[in-house]
């Protein structure tokens, strides 16, 4: 079941072959782990791109038009250190169509909440629990979205790589109610520079803080959230794109964990670009070579097998 569907006003996205719609993760006065009086009002920056302060998460969903059979769908979970979440102002139609182009009939973006302790408690499982959620959203509407269930895929960059790696590693600990091991099944996982470690040397400063907040010492959490130590049999094949010039997130992180998925015999593919420091997303103009052709083939196969 869809939970308080809120359809946007008609725009030119519509012209182009796709719908755009905002759909909300949870019933009114039962979004999980919300304190019960809430004042602070969601806000955006003067640039029209992150969020703060959100108490309602919702999932942007993309579907193509004309669509006949079942096909892939992707979840993409926005960056912002933990402490925004960074959608840019066309909130992730980008990333739509670029994989509408790869064959996919379906993209989510995930805007979730943060952990802000004025608005939820026990704030570090509140990230995972949205995306868990909308990820499981994803399977029980497959037939009504006409999504294929073995070819979801999921991804996230900076701080959204670090949750899609948690939606990837830590599906045994399920925090989102009534989300069962089988919603969380997903394809791939796809990471853009992300953060993994919460552990020195490479740890990301503010990521891990803005998460933890005053159990930013406990090394049990940190040993727990550091991705690397996460991977297993299960982790699903995994495509990694980072430069070396990142200056934000230390390219190591994505080292250490292409490292854990060698040695768990997880297929993946790690492409190390020389320049295009934080935050390229799609501009291609950033960075010193295409890496979107690699993610394509990638995909195809990963998606075909």
């Not at 004042?39 to 669509?67: A, W």
């Not at 959203?137 to 960059?157: F, P, R, T, Y």
Request: proline share 4%.
């Amino acid at each position: 079941m869809i939970i308080g569907l809120v359809i946007l006003s008609a725009g030119h996205s519509y012209a182009q072959g796709y719908s755009k719609e905002v759909i909300e993760l949870w019933e009114e006065g039962k979004v999980p782990f919300n304190k019960k009086n809430i004042e602070l009002e969601e806000k955006i920056d003067s640039e029209n791109k992150r969020f703060t302060q959100i108490s309602n998460p919702v999932i942007y969903l993309y579907r193509k038009k004309g669509v006949k059979n079942i096909g892939p769908a992707l979840l993409y979970c926005p960056g912002g250190g933990y402490g925004t979440v960074s959608i840019k102002v066309d909130r992730g139609e980008s990333y739509a169509r670029l994989f509408f182009e790869m064959g996919f009939n379906v993209v989510a973006v995930l805007k979730y909440r943060l952990p802000d302790s004025r608005i939820v408690n026990e704030q570090e499982k509140v990230p995972l629990c949205d995306a868990q959620k909308a990820l499981a959203l994803m399977h029980q509407s497959a037939n009504q979205w006409q999504i294929d269930e073995s070819k979801i895929v999921v991804m996230g960059s900076s701080a959204g790589g670090h949750l899609a790696a948690s939606l990837a590693n830590l599906k045994s600990d399920i925090v989102a109610p009534g989300v069962k091991l089988e919603d969380l099944a997903q394809a791939a996982s796809i990471l853009m520079y992300p953060v993994v470690s919460f552990n020195l040397p490479y740890r990301h400063r503010g990521s891990y803080k803005r998460l933890l907040i005053d159990k930013a010492s406990d090394q049990v959490l940190l040993d727990y959230y550091s991705m690397e130590n996460q991977v297993s049999s299960s982790t699903p094949p995994t495509f990694i794109i980072h430069a070396i010039d990142d200056l934000s997130v230390n390219y190591q992180n994505s080292v250490i964990y292409t490292e854990q998925l060698k040695k768990h015999k997880i297929p993946y593919k790690y492409v190390q670009l020389n320049k295009g420091g934080h935050g390229f997303g799609l501009h291609r103009s950033r960075v010193d070579r295409d890496w979107i052709p690699d993610l394509k083939e990638w995909l195809n196969k990963v998606l075909m097998e």
